[in-house]
């Protein structure tokens, strides 16, 4: 029987893979911490994983990988009782990670060298950084530990469960894609909320990555700011037409009509409107640069399920709605794309591309229904503006998302009638 052996090259990784969490070890016990698990000790377990997971390839006997786990898991066993009769706390780490560096030494043995490289820099990394983890973890929040568990339900526990299939009338709901959408808008509110935390930059970037779900919401969110302060209009005003418009334009509306249509095309007819808008964004970006970000802190939850319910239920029913109205009233489609760039320019955008693939519409089209769903997107800024108690932001909202609001949609409208 011809045998196919690692080479020599396995065997010095195999040695490579133990010094990494043996260094690591050495460095720590420096500082004084107390660890059986030294540079030596880890090169030698990993050597002897390494042997094992050879003797397997030359007699193919499993008995090999049976008798090399019982050997390891009593050498961990031993260090491990060493180790506690000196500390009346040991903790598990060194017998964990005593079987881990076995175990990345018998991967390079058996030829999966990418998963033993991976074990051993996690493993050292995981131990280097503990402190940091440690002091991370003392500083989580009850309501942000609660967070993590939510997000993990939903998008690892909920969503697999549910079939990804349309039903009901005209296939208008599909369960594994609504609740994707929960999952997905869940994630951003939370990253929202860590920004704005941990952050310097945290108003700049909580607005930022809010937009790039709905930047209405976080508009709202942002005005009523006005209640709390009496100072920073000039901040809130350029962090809501900048900071909620930036993303709304480019990621939900451009961003999200090529992923669903994986077309340049509808992007290209709506070329004059896009231009426009962001030609506009550029200049108040000038013009409030020194202002986008200020020291205001706003309080939010790090997983507000009604706000992403409520966003996942706006964002159905658009979708819903347009591909009714895209199969028996096609007449309305540019009243329809528009209110719905009004209300969620996210939803709009996904609609149109969805239409746009199934044949529903035609590309000039696709791009004459995204300017006006872009420049609904500005114009919608004008309801934030009504319901702020501050009189200049009010001003200043509306006469700024009216006028930016019409210059795209005059953009939109002009080239394609041709008028």
């Known amino acids: 029987m011809v045998v196919d052996l690692p080479s020599l090259v396995y065997l010095l990784l195999a040695v490579a893979l133990g010094s990494i969490v043996g260094l690591e070890n050495e460095y720590r016990m420096q500082s004084g911490t107390k660890i059986y698990l030294g540079l030596r000790t880890c090169i030698f377990i990993s050597l002897l994983g390494y042997i094992f997971a050879l003797l397997y390839a030359i007699t193919e006997s499993v008995a090999l990988l049976v008798t ?92 697999p469960l549910l079939p990804d299939a349309y039903i009901g009338p005209y296939s208008f709901f599909n369960p594994f894609e609504f609740w994707l959408i929960v999952a997905t808008v869940g994630l951003v509110f939370f990253l929202q909320y860590l920004f704005l935390r941990v952050s310097k930059y945290g108003l700049l970037l909580s607005s930022v990555i809010g937009s790039v779900i709905t930047g209405t919401a976080v508009a709202f969110s942002l005005v009523k700011l006005a209640n709390k302060i009496k100072a920073g209009t000039k901040t809130l005003f350029y962090n809501i037409m900048f900071s909620a418009n930036i993303p709304m334009i480019l990621i939900q509306a451009c961003l999200f009509v090529y992923l669903t249509t994986f077309s340049g095309a509808v992007l290209y007819y709506a070329l004059p409107a896009i231009v426009v808008a962001l030609a506009a964004m550029t200049i108040l970006f000038y013009a409030g640069r020194n202002q986008l970000n200020g020291s205001i802190k706003t309080v939010t939850s790090p997983f507000p399920l009604m706000s992403i319910l409520e966003f996942a239920a706006i964002f159905f029913v658009i ?17 329809t794309f528009f209110v719905s760039g009004l209300a969620n320019v996210a939803g709009a955008a996904f609609s149109l591309g969805f239409a746009f693939v199934h044949g529903a519409i035609t590309t000039q089209y696709a791009g004459f229904l995204l300017g006006l769903i872009i420049g609904a997107g500005l114009l919608s800024k004008i309801f934030v503006g009504l319901i702020s108690p501050s009189k200049e932001l009010k001003t200043q909202l509306i006469t700024y998302s009216l006028l930016i609001g019409i210059a795209t949609l005059l953009a939109t409208i002009v080239p394609y009638y041709g008028i």
Not at 73 to 84: C, G, H, V
Not at 112 to 139: C, D, M, N, P, Q
């Open 68 to 159: 090399g786990t019982a050997v390891i898991t009593i050498i961990a066993i031993a260090i491990y009782l060493t180790k506690s009769n000196l500390i009346k706390n040991p903790g598990a780490t060194t017998f964990i990670a005593t079987f881990i560096v076995f175990i990345s030494g018998m991967f390079v043995g058996l030829g999966y060298y990418e998963y033993a490289i991976v074990l051993s820099v996690l493993t050292a990394a995981i131990s280097f950084y503990k402190r940091e983890f440690l002091g991370v973890i003392h500083k989580i929040k009850r309501n942000e530990l609660l967070a993590i568990i939510n997000i993990f339900l939903v998008a690892f526990v909920i969503l």
């Open 319 to 335: 979708f819903t709605v347009s591909r009714v109205v895209t199969i028996i009233a096609p007449q309305y489609l540019a009243l």
